[in-house]
């Protein structure tokens, strides 16, 4: 059973545009939500997080939403650049100190300049 | 940023032999280490958390005596796939949390591809 679930495999955007990835979740315990940022053969990179008491956080270009009655986070990423074509997973956590983090199964975006 | 480093990148062995990744944390005291291995187009799934000085726990369906954790020291953390197979060809990450600059997220190692023969 997927806790974490990301239900576009891909993503294409134009550079310059807007990309948005979703993530929907089933487990109410999760608390902390991050996002990763993966090229092939690398470990993922972390991008940004949200705790389970914020809908909203920003960093730069990349901004999170949090909406926890549904159960669904999102990446926005504006403007989206060539070098942000990597796969994302969204990833949940049920405690402050990371213990245990749960990935979905990425999203992969090209952004095509 | 926190750095963590895994050897060897790629391995490749044959059928029946034991192989051992390293994963490090190069500056910062990582208490707890993960262990995850990715199958191609899939998603990283966590195989076992390791804290410093005491035993891995391991998730649901992995096999402890089969994949053996040892973390024996603040900054080092290693996996040993034991008589590996032809299944067990995979991409292992492992991360680490701790004190002081690796403390608010897990940091990743770049990965180590395992190709059995």
């Known amino acids: 059973d997927q806790q974490v679930k990301q239900n576009s495999p891909s993503l294409s955007v134009q550079e310059g545009r807007i990309s948005i990835l979703n993530c929907d979740y089933t487990?109410?315990?999760?608390?902390?939500f991050l996002w990763y940022k993966k090229y092939p053969a690398e470990g993922p990179t972390f991008l940004i997080s949200?705790?389970?008491?914020?809908d909203k956080n920003e960093d730069g270009r990349f901004t999170v939403f949090l909406n926890k009655s549904a159960k669904h986070l999102s990446l926005h990423i504006v403007p989206s650049q060539p070098g942000d074509s990597a796969v994302y997973f969204c990833?949940?956590?049920?405690?402050?100190?990371?213990?245990?983090?749960?990935f979905g199964p990425g999203t992969s975006l090209s952004v095509i300049p | 940023g926190a750095v963590v480093s895994q050897h060897p990148s790629w391995v490749i062995c044959k059928s029946g032999t034991s192989v051992k990744i390293e994963c490090r944390s190069l500056?910062?005291?990582?208490?707890?280490m993960f262990w995850y291995r990715q199958f191609p187009k899939q998603s990283l799934m966590l195989m076992a958390t390791?804290?410093?000085?005491?035993?891995?726990?391991?998730e649901q369906g992995v096999e402890k005596d089969k994949f053996l954790i040892n973390h024996a020291s603040l900054t080092l953390s290693t996996l040993t796939v034991t008589s590996a197979h032809p299944e067990d060809s995979s991409f292992y990450i492992c991360?680490?949390?701790?004190?002081?600059?690796?403390?608010?997220?897990?940091?990743f190692g770049p990965g180590t591809r395992l190709l059995v023969l």
């Open positions: 949200i705790s389970s008491i914020k």
């Open positions: 487990n109410s315990m999760f608390d902390y």
């Open positions: 500056d910062f005291q990582a208490t707890t």
């Open positions: 990833a949940a956590s049920e405690s402050t100190s990371y213990d245990k983090v749960i």
């Open positions: 991360s680490a949390i701790g004190q002081g600059v690796g403390q608010e997220t897990q940091y």
């Open positions: 390791s804290n410093e000085g005491s035993k891995a726990t391991y």
